[in-house]
């Protein structure tokens, strides 16, 4: 072994080990390089945001804003319906640009090109039809022909 690859292995260990004791929980507060690289749920930072606000904005006196946790109100955040899958196969010439994304292998850039090839150039008769799309080759459209139909 060379004095590159025992550098490698030693650095490896070390990280190894510092891993490990990390998971321990010998640092509690986190590392700078973690600010980075964990993820940030923006969702959760601005609901905090706004109940701080909600909370600071209806208290009338001190000795509310030291209330416990559960006398203090809760906000719940609603989540948007999920868009719900049209029936296959859809027509191709009315389709709307959500329903098309829901075909596999169009995204809302192709399915946009669709529409617009639709409004430009009249509707699609043929399967053949959507070779004319940019974006479109013999594959894709063999792929997606399951999908629609052609009225």
Do not use: W
Not at 7 to 30: N, V, W
Not at 73 to 79: N, Y
Request: glycine residues 6%; contains cysteine; hydrophobic residues 45%.
């Amino acid at each position: 072994m060379n004095a590159a690859e025992k550098k490698f292995l030693f650095l490896a260990l070390f990280l190894f080990a510092l891993g490990g004791i990390s998971r321990l929980g010998a640092f509690s507060e986190l590392s700078p390089l973690e600010n980075i690289f964990l993820p940030i749920n923006y969702e959760a930072v601005a609901v905090d945001a706004v109940v701080d606000v909600v909370d600071t904005a209806n208290v009338t006196n001190a000795d509310a804003i030291d209330a416990p946790a559960e006398e203090q109100p809760k906000i719940q955040k609603t989540k948007a319906p999920k868009k719900k899958a049209p029936s296959f196969p859809i027509s191709i010439n009315t389709a709307s640009k959500d329903d098309l994304c829901f075909i596999k292998g169009v995204g809302p850039s192709l399915a946009q090109k669709i529409i617009d090839h639709r409004e430009t150039k009249g509707s699609f008769r043929s399967a053949k039809d959507l070779e004319k799309v940019s974006g479109i080759g013999t594959k894709k459209r063999q792929a997606i022909e399951e999908f629609v139909k052609f009225d």
